[in-house]
Structures are given as C-alpha cells and as structure tokens.
C-alpha cells in the first residue's frame, strides 16, 4: 500500500448532475477525512469516519453531500444536484488514530470537481 | 473566524539560504501542529510535526519552533532547494469529547530561487 487514493482525479460535470468521488485509505488506518480546497484557501473539513461511523459533519456539508464508509475501508462522497459553488478539489486523507494522540493525516491527490 | 493564519501569502528565498514561514493561531486548545507542503495538482504532503508540550522538533533540513504564548509557529527550511517550491499549510489540531479535527491555514507560496 503506498498510500491514499482518490478516483476520479478530475470529474466536469453540469449543474444538477449526481458526482460521487472514491477514497481508498491508507490500510491499517482507521480514520478517513474529507475536506474541500478553493483557490487561495487551506482544505476546509468536511467530515470524518473512523471505521465505518460518522462521528462528525462540518456545516459546511449540506444535506446534498453524503458520505459513507461501509465496512471502514474505502470511502465514498456523493453530491446531489450540483452547484457551481460546489466546483473545488476535494481531499481525502487517513490518519491512524492511538491514545492520545491525533496522528497525521496522509492525503491523496484529491478529485477536482469542475460544475458547469 | 480564521483560527489558523498564514499572513504571508508568499515568500522568494535565494537558494542555499534559510526559508522562514510563519503561522499564527487564536486557539490556545490546540495541542498538535503539523506543516504541509502541496505542490500544483497534488494533494499535501505532510513536513513535520511539533506536540504542544514540545518547543522545537527537527527532521532534517525542516526545523518547527513552538512559540506557545505568542500562539505562533514556525518552519525553518535551511538551505533551501529550488525543490522546495511549493505552497505550504500549517494545521493545528484540537481534541473535543474524543474527536480529533485539524484547522488549515490559508497556505504561504514559498518561492526557491536558483
């Protein structure tokens, strides 16, 4: 395993159009974090799983956006009705996660989402 | 409420000499830092890590300093490689009821020039 993976790495779609983006995690890792970039910003936190829940949400995910982990290895992030607002590169990234510490976050390539 | 800032939105250094970038924070929870280094079409790639109870961690040519009551980092690169232009992020992490959530700054361009 030589690391996150994201796929697609670019996706143009139209507004209104279903997306969905795939995470494959570093293997032992039990953590898995969505952000999304804009240009001139840091990533920006969506959500995160560790195993297959969902402990947290960022406001930021409206109810367009899910998420899932099934059986807490690969993830999957789904946008319903597209936006043109929604248009940035959206990261993933796996953290392993031991007492008391948060661990690093390794980060894939990220999928760039272009709505037109 | 941008709780961690890079001020510098860029930064040219001369090759072989010292990069210095800067990060500040407001929250004084944070208790774990970490730099980024991001090149175009990429996704990060972590640099260096600094625990809050720790005022200085080395890895090589990347040295973090821990100012805790400035609430200020920073990451010394020395020298410097055209290599490592690139934009860099600092985060700093809080642990609420369990849960571990990184903040990102805004990113410093830093420039190597050969």
């Known amino acids: ?116 | 409420d941008q709780q961690v800032k890079q001020n510098s939105p860029s930064l040219s250094v001369q090759e072989g000499r010292i990069s210095i970038l800067n990060c500040d924070y407001t929250n004084s929870m944070f208790d774990y830092f970490l730099w980024y280094k991001k090149y175009p079409a990429e996704g990060p790639t972590f640099l260096i890590s600094i625990s809050s109870i720790k005022d200085k961690n080395e890895d090589g040519r990347f040295t973090v300093f821990l100012n805790k009551s400035a609430k200020h980092l920073s990451l010394h690169i020395v020298p410097s490689q055209p290599g490592d232009s690139a934009v860099y992020f600092c985060a700093a992490s809080v642990e609420d009821s369990g849960t571990y959530k990184y903040i990102f700054g805004t990113g410093t361009r830093l420039k190597v020039l050969a």
């Not at chain 1, 976050?105 to 272009?114: A, D, K, M, W």
């Open chain 1, 1 to 116: 395993d030589t690391g996150v993976s994201q796929d697609p790495r670019h996706k143009i779609t139209k507004r209104g159009q279903n997306v969905t983006f795939r995470c494959d995690p570093i293997s032992e890792h039990n953590r898995l974090y969505w952000y999304r970039q804009t240009l001139g910003q840091g990533p920006e936190f969506l959500t995160y799983f560790q195993n297959e829940a969902q402990l947290e949400k960022s406001r930021l995910l409206s109810d367009r956006f899910s998420a899932e982990r099934p059986k807490g290895s690969f993830s999957t992030l789904e946008i319903q009705r597209t936006e043109q607002g929604d248009s940035a590169m959206y990261l993933c990234a796996s953290s392993l996660l031991t007492s008391g510490a948060p661990g690093t976050q390794y980060f894939g390539p990220g999928t760039r989402l272009t709505v037109l």
